[in-house]
């Protein structure tokens, strides 16, 4: 919060007071402190190329960059130092700690250069170093999947549709699915990650700056691709905020399906898994309880996820060219869904390593339900009837399996043979639960073989 003292960086124009609350209102350094690292490096950047443009001599670069540097150690030992100083925004408070060191040099650095080219140069720098955070940690959360298929190699479930039973899968392959969907959430960000790394400096407030900076070596010294092409584009730009949150977004629904998934299966109904105590909590009332919160706090930030995307889509949409200060608006979201991301996926993955399968509840229930359905009728087919009609018999087979409370394979051949006279004594072979497996041996499918190649290649692009 303002101390409602502090003379602004634009103090000039004005003679009356700010409203306190309005100071409150205006300012954003509550938040966008985060970026001070960025700050610095960006002002480290910026003051070399006013160098090379003549503005600043070689001694008064070295000694603005000796302040830097000395700011930099501080952001290091102390990130939240900026905080309670009073001042506007994160920019604000740098340029006072280096005017407070440098004296008249200070006011120098801002030359040529705008709060709007610095702040969206600061952003990317930050969403650039945040991707690289969570691209690390979806691969670690995949290697969490890839251990817990390797820990049951041969764990046979049941695979869903509609909730509902429909054919058995291996565990394995139920873990692939969620490496795929990680990926491809790796992939997302690697492809917002290269539009977020072109640099804006250099943009001024709107209309490019006056001094001959050399900006592509400046988008250089700062680690970006190349420099913006378009002024007003470049500090309106907030593109890359909106493509991250919803890459964001993404991984947030896929990590609420899987949290989705194993809440299912850890309930006392399903019993196909168990959660250690590491990552469960009891019931202040009731004493039996063990309750999977991880699972349930990872599908609720999926929440906010969303609604950080849709906030920044809402706040830019009807914004004129080019820097309006609604854009202070894109941080809070940005910040607290990178926060909530990270810690979702970091606990997805604890959660797989605390997490025990029941492998012959789960091979019990693949059996049941009448998931070699499909089976019988692939054996049909394989003596000449049509796939319908075989759909048909099976169907009928199914009812009156149910009505006679077996399942398909414990029908006695006769029983059986009614519904089909091409029905004959192999069938039971057809009806195991191994062969309904080894029958799907084909790329991308559940068949153990498939699977346990699948496996193998997955854990050698994740250095397993
Ligand atoms: N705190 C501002 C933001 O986050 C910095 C840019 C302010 N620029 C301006 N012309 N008022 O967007």
Redesign the pocket.
Known sequence: MSDGGKQAL?GGRFKGQSDPLFRRFND?LPF?YRLLMEDIAGSIAWAKAIRRAGVLDDAELAQLLAALAELAILAQQNPAAPLGSGE????SWVETQLIKRTGNLGKKLHTGR???D??ATDLRLWTRSQIDARQAELLDLQRSLVELAQRHKDCIIPGYTHLQRAQPVMLAHWCLAYVEMLRRDHDRLADARRRVNVCPLGSG?LAGTAYQVDRTMLASDLGFDRPTDNSLDAVSDRDFVAETLAALALTGVHLSRLAEDMIIYCTQEFGFLELSDAVSSGSSLMPQKKNPDSLELIRGKCGRLIGAQNTLLVTLKGLPLA?N?D??E??EPLFDAMENAALAIRMAGIVLRNTRIREDVTLKAARGGYSNATDLADYLVARGVPFRESHDIVGKAVRHAIAAGKPLEELPLDELRTFSPLIADDVYAALSIDSCLSKRQIHGGTGRASVHNALHAAANRLGL
């Open positions: 634009w954003s966008d506007e925004d994160i920019h705008s709060r709007n610095q702040v407030a820097y200060k854009m202070q894109d941080k």
